[in-house]
């Protein structure tokens, strides 16, 4: 069945630590997004990549980093978590920049 | 700054039609999206409108007035699986979008 997926569903990590969220795709779509979702607060950009190759800084990429080496494949990384990175995190794409996006099942991060 | 507004919370009447107003002031305008998330699930796309007026899609239609920085969807026929929270989302000079924190619709028979 085409569409996202993301790995792990949830995660409980020790502050400091590096956790990498994994974010795949089959549908071919150029663009990927990675988002937060935190309670009393619309969704927030991290990062985006347009095209496979290239990259791009959202609202809030600080303590974050992301890759984009194929067109299937967009993980995120935390090189050091701290504790105001507890959110769900969703993976989201779209076929060109300015078409609608299709989420992920999203990953639920606590960091302590 | 980019502002999207709109209310936190609804009550409605399964059957009854209800109207989740958003308002938005961003830098440029190249659409705006409606999606549907329920609780501990992932955002799903509803509609689209990039030009003025309304668009209908089954028992969803969502309005747009350019002009007024101002939208909204309108849900008919209200249906107990139609209790989520409603997003709405601008596209901006950037072709990012920028979401608003969602309207939560409680259905009550």
């Known amino acids: 069945i085409a569409g996202i997926t993301q790995a792990p569903t949830s995660q409980i990590l020790a502050a400091g630590r590096r956790m990498t969220l994994r974010c795949t795709q089959d549908m071919r779509h150029n663009a990927m997004y990675w988002y937060r979702q935190d309670l009393g607060l619309g969704l927030r950009l991290i990062h985006y990549s347009n095209t496979a190759g290239t990259t791009g800084k959202g609202e809030v990429p600080d303590g974050y980093s992301v890759s984009r080496a194929n067109t299937d494949d967009f993980p995120l990384t935390l090189a050091s978590a701290v504790p105001s990175q507890t959110s769900v995190y969703f993976c989201?794409?779209?076929?060109?920049?300015?078409?609608?996006?299709?989420f992920g099942p999203g990953t639920r991060l606590t960091v302590l | 700054g980019q502002n999207i507004d709109q209310p936190t919370e609804m009550t409605a009447t399964e059957g009854a039609i209800v109207q989740i107003n958003c308002t938005y002031q961003t830098s440029g305008f190249n659409g705006l999206f409606w999606y549907q998330q329920h609780a501990g699930e992932a955002p799903t796309f509803l509609s689209y409108?990039?030009l003025d007026g309304l668009e209908e899609k089954g028992r969803f239609s969502s309005f747009l007035s350019r002009s007024k920085g101002y939208s909204y969807l309108l849900l008919k026929e209200l249906q107990m699986k139609d209790s989520a929270s409603y997003l709405c989302a601008v596209r901006d000079s950037n072709y990012q979008l920028i979401w608003g924190a969602g309207t939560k619709l409680i259905i009550k028979p």
């Open positions: 409108n990039v």
């Open positions: 989201a794409s779209s076929a060109r920049a300015s078409a609608e996006q299709f």
